[in-house]
Every structure is written in C-alpha cells, then in structure tokens.
C-alpha cells in the first residue's frame, strides 16, 4: 500500500488553507547554496523530459496542523517527490497532495543542524514520513552516507566499489565527486551539469569548425599547386 493511500485524515480535524508559504532560514554557507541548487538543476535536466516529479531545496513541508506551531522539523535541504504534477509549489503541504511524503530526502550538514539531521529528523522521515532513502553529506568535511527503509527501520547503504550509494528511488547513485555531491549513471558515469554539456557543446562546436578550416585551407592548396601544374582543379 503506499504512503498516500495510508493517509486517511479524521474526519473531524479541520486542515489549514493549503496555500502556505514555506518558512525556512536561509542555508549555512555559500558551499550549502552551490550544493543544493546543484541537486535540484542537475535532476531537473535529467528529467527534463519527465512531468510527473516534484524536486525542491530548503522548502517547508507541512504534513500537520500542529506541525506549523513547531519549529523542531524544518524543510529538507533537498528532496524529491515522484508520481506528482511537475509545477511551482510555494511550500510542500501534504493533506493538499494525495497525501504524499518525499521519495528521498537529502539534509546538508552544518555545525548548527548536524545533531538534528543525524537524531530528530531522521526519526521524522523514518517513523512519520516514512521516506524510503534518507542520505546527508556535509559540504566542508565531505562526509556522506545514506539510508534505506527496510521494515520500518533506516539501514545503511553500502557503498560500491567506486565508494557511490545507489538510490532505488531515483535509479541514479550519488557519490562526491571533486568536493560536492553527485549523480552518477547505473553504469557509474557522472552525470554532467547543464553548464558541463554546455561547455562540452562548445568545445565539439569549436572543433567542429577548426576541422572544417583545415580542410577548406588543404583543398585550397590542393587547389594552387594543381594551377602550377598547369591543371584546372574546377575541371576534375
């Protein structure tokens, strides 16, 4: 059964209005910025194709009305919500969508959240979320592990020989690559930014006409040392 068809609201609690506005304090440092907004555009360009995922940083989930008058459960640093409408969403509230929790959560580690990140909001997203992958990474100190549910309980992912964890939810592993946290292939390829195709794009173009160049510059000389020879080269 899934998580949306296990949320059966009372039917005498009165929700709040569902257009509630996220309310989270800004990230730690510029590294936790770069960090998640890297999640966020890197899976929307690999989904690009895809309408049906929510992915957000920073964004306040509000899975209870009481919830709202607490301040110990802030939104995920990242998370990600599949079989969803893809739009804007000025806050993730749950009794407004089907009933649905984050597939995955990523939280960024800082001096200031990483004893509620490693305590109270892993038993959050285990025991009310019930998120299937949990994973944190620490920007500064790069250390990173992930978590599966399996019974009710988070297990470790074991990493593979490359040292990437492999996340079922979004068929892709993560792992660190040159300090900040990636997406890797099945077949443990990085997945390259949109700046990186770019780029990539860039240079093949640029090749692309230096080769072309070089050819149009060896059919002229081609051409030049064929008139010295007294041969026409528009004849051939």
Not at 82 to 88: Q, V
Request: proline share 8%; net charge negative; glycine share 6%.
């Amino acid at each position: 059964m899934s998580i949306a068809q296990d949320f059966e609201p009372p039917k005498d609690i009165k929700f709040p209005p569902g257009d509630l506005e996220s309310n989270e304090p800004p990230l730690e440092t510029y590294l936790h910025l770069q960090q998640m907004l890297l999640l966020i555009k890197c899976l929307d360009w690999w989904w690009r194709d895809h309408n049906n995922f929510f992915a957000a940083g920073n964004l306040s989930i509000y899975y209870s009305p009481h919830q709202r008058k607490s301040e110990d459960c802030r939104g995920p640093d990242f998370f990600v919500v599949l079989d969803t409408e893809r739009r804007p969403r000025d806050s993730w509230v749950v009794w407004e969508e089907d009933g649905k929790y984050p597939n995955l959560i990523i939280e960024l580690l800082s001096k200031s959240t990483v004893v509620t990140d490693k305590g109270l909001k892993k038993q959050i997203y285990q025991d009310i979320f019930r998120t299937p992958e949990y994973f944190w990474f620490d920007p500064k100190n790069l250390e990173f592990a992930g978590f599966i549910l399996l019974g009710g309980t988070y297990q470790p992912i074991e990493p593979n020989p490359q040292g990437l964890l492999w996340s079922q939810q979004l068929s892709l592993y993560l792992g660190v690559h040159e300090d900040q946290l990636r997406y890797f292939s099945a077949e443990g390829q990085l997945m390259p930014t949109p700046e990186e195709i770019a780029q990539w794009e860039a240079e093949h173009a640029k090749q692309e006409r230096q080769r072309a160049e070089q050819e149009t510059q060896r059919a002229e000389r081609l051409a030049a040392k064929l008139r010295e020879l007294g041969i026409d080269p528009d004849t051939i």
